[in-house]
Each structure stands twice: as C-alpha cells, then as structure tokens.
C-alpha cells in the first residue's frame, strides 16, 4: 500500500507536465449554473445558503413516503473497503434485518454501492459482482512513464465501461420509479474549480430519462470515484446564462468522508422535525483507528502515514459532527466500520482476494448480528484506539 500512497504524492509533483484541455469554469456571478438542458434543482452546492431549506423540503418528501418506519443510510468512501459495507448490506439481508432505506447518501465508493442500497434486493446480485468479480482488479490500469504527460497515475477506460455495463436503462428505470414515490439518492462529489462538495439528487436524474440521463448519471458516479491525481478528474458540462462551462468534478471523499445532510446543517441549529425516531445507519468502509508506526519513519512511509492520520481524523470529525445532528433531531444511530482486528491493506489493494476477504468479513459481522454500533461504542474504540496507539 505504501508504495501507492507515495505514488500519490509523486503525482502531485508531475501535475506540471499534464495538462486537461477544457472549456473554462462558470465565472464566479454566475446566478445559475446546471448541467446542460437540466434544472438547478438537480443538485445542491454546499455553499448555497438555501442549502437547508431544499434538503429539508426532501426529506420531508421521503419521510413521507415511508414505509412504516423512517431508515436512512449513509455510506462512506474507502475504495477496495467498498466490498466490506456490499457484505454489510448482504448480511443484513441475509438475517431480514435489512430495512427499505426512504434515504440513502453515498460517498466516493460509497457512491456506487448507494443505487443499490437504494433499490433493494432485487438487485444484490449486480453489487455484489461489481465488487468480488475477478474482473474487479483489472479495472483500473497504471499508465506508467506515460503519466508525466496526464492527469492521472491510472487509467479509468475499463472502470467507465464497468459501469456503463452496470448501469442499463432498466438500471435507470428502477431508481426513477423509486424517486417519484418521493425516496431520496443523494451522492456528492467534489467541485475542483469551486473547492466545495457538490450534492446530486440522482434520482431526479433519473426522472430524466433517456441517454443524456444515463449518461449525467454514470458521469456523476466516475467523478464521486475519482481520487485526485491516482484518478482522471471528470469534467461534466454546465450552462449558465446561455453560455457553455465546464466543471472540474472529483472523489467527493475530498471534501466529506459521507454525509447525511450539507456539513451547514450538521452545526446549525435548525432541525428537520419530522425525523424523530428515525433510524439513521452509518457504514464507513474504512478503520477508525490508527496502529503505530511501523519502523523508523522514512520520508518514503512520512507520505503514506500522514495520508492515513489525516483520513482517520476526518472522518472521525464527521462522525461527531453526525452524532450531533442525529442527536439534535431524537434520531437513533447506528455506526459500522472495518475492525480493528482485520489485518485492511489500505483503500487501493484492489486485488480479487483483498475485496472478496473484505466482503467475507462485512457479511459475517451483519449475518452474526454484531454489525452496529452506538455512539458510545465508538466512543470506546477510539480510546482503545489511542491506547494502541502510543508506544
């Protein structure tokens, strides 16, 4: 793994020599600004100060599509630790503890793992492949010398075809019929060009319907998955005001590691009200908790040591930030995250035994019934986590 966290850092180094040829970014007056031939109100930029309003308005909408009880999932980044929250989900079903989610929000690898949350059963078998298939450890490829000339360390050809495969009009026809009962898919990215996360209701895309939707919709997955400089950024064309941008779209874990509503929402003080009694369920496909330092540190292992730290505490930071906001709304949260115990090689160890192992041991938590955790029980981890952690 150290060696591709450090072929990270490298790459931030060569960005000089590659360029990315595209149309220039919406100027900064630009009053409205949206996907070519879509609506604004298919996503919420996170420094919209009526941010709060429209998220509220949403999930009053799908609140009120319940089925009896209110369930939302929230799904984190991670990578290969993808296959860990597929095997959570394929657990819970295999026990009959897995709820209909009215809300599902995903992040980065979370972001592809969401659609099928959000569908249910029916479509397990597609997920499931997409992260243990033997095909799943070819689908990114190291460009080698040729990346001082790119964006990008790896190319994403064959992870764009993947889910091009995946996502089939019936794929789109699933989430639209879902959407219009007034059920929410949310998945953010990262907008380079404005440094802020960018929220997008997918199935409104849906709604769309047609080859530009499927299209928008594969695009907005590939940009959530995009880890800047190891990935090729995603540009998604934009108008405003009759003319023709741009937008440079990255990994949304860039800017949050998940989500449940705008990070203003979070710390603010308004509160959805009708979400009292919801049950709010948190998957991080990633560990909580940092071992110690293994050796001398070197510059070579500094890079992929502090990469680590600085992921751990963000989304350590979040989760306190997300405790709050259930808290403050008489939600009940359950938290998952990758064991301590299991010996995780790191977010891009994509081979097929890796992400089947990860897999394995997130169906085995859930099937076993010890898949959730309270805040309290995190609480307790991070200060085994600590105690591990000194020397």
Not at 284 to 291: A, E, M
Request: hydrophobic fraction near 45%.
């Amino acid at each position: 793994m150290f060696r591709k966290f450090l072929a990270l850092a490298l790459a931030s180094l060569l960005a000089g020599c590659a360029t990315l040829s595209r149309l220039p970014p919406p100027p900064n007056s630009a009053a409205i600004v949206a996907p070519a031939s879509y609506n604004a109100d298919l996503r919420i930029n996170s420094y919209d100060s009526q941010a709060s309003d429209v998220v509220t308005a949403l999930y009053n909408k799908a609140i009120a599509a319940s089925d009896g009880s209110i369930d939302i999932m929230a799904l984190s980044g991670g990578g290969a630790g993808g296959a860990f929250g597929v095997g959570i989900l394929m657990g819970l079903q295999r026990t009959g503890a897995r709820p209909q989610f009215e809300i599902v929000t995903g992040v980065s690898s979370g972001a592809l793992i969401a659609p099928y949350a959000f569908l249910g059963p029916n479509w397990d078998a597609a997920i499931t492949e997409i992260y243990t298939a033997p095909q799943t450890s070819n689908l990114v490829v190291r460009r080698g010398f040729g990346a001082l000339f790119q964006t990008s360390l790896y190319r994403t050809d064959r992870f764009i075809q993947w889910i091009d495969k995946h996502v089939t009009p019936q794929f789109m026809n699933a989430i639209a019929r879902e959407s219009r009962k007034g059920r929410l898919l949310l998945v953010a990215t990262t907008n380079i060009d404005t440094g802020a996360s960018t929220i997008w209701n997918m199935g409104l895309i849906a709604e769309q319907g047609g080859p530009r939707a499927r299209q928008l919709f594969m695009d907005v997955l590939v940009a959530s998955s995009s880890i800047p400089a190891v990935f090729p950024p995603k540009l998604i064309d934009v108008e405003s005001g009759g003319r023709h941008f741009q937008e440079m779209h990255v990994d949304g874990g860039v800017a949050v590691p998940f989500f449940v509503v705008p990070a203003n929402m979070s710390l603010g003080d308004d509160t959805i009200r009708r979400l009292r009694g919801a049950n709010l369920y948190v998957i991080l496909n990633s560990q909580i908790g940092i071992g110690p330092a293994n050796g001398a540190l070197k510059t070579t292992s500094i890079i992929p040591r502090s990469f680590e730290i600085d992921q751990v505490y963000r989304a350590r930071q979040n989760i306190a930030l997300t405790a709050y906001f259930a808290t403050r709304n008489e939600m009940a949260l359950h938290l998952t995250w990758i064991p301590p115990s299991y010996p995780y090689q790191g977010s891009l160890e994509m081979g097929q035994a890796t992400m089947q192992s990860l897999f394995d041991s997130g169906l085995s938590l859930a099937a076993s019934g010890q898949a959730w955790q309270s805040a309290d029980d995190l609480a307790a981890e991070l200060g085994r986590a600590e105690v591990a952690a000194v020397p």
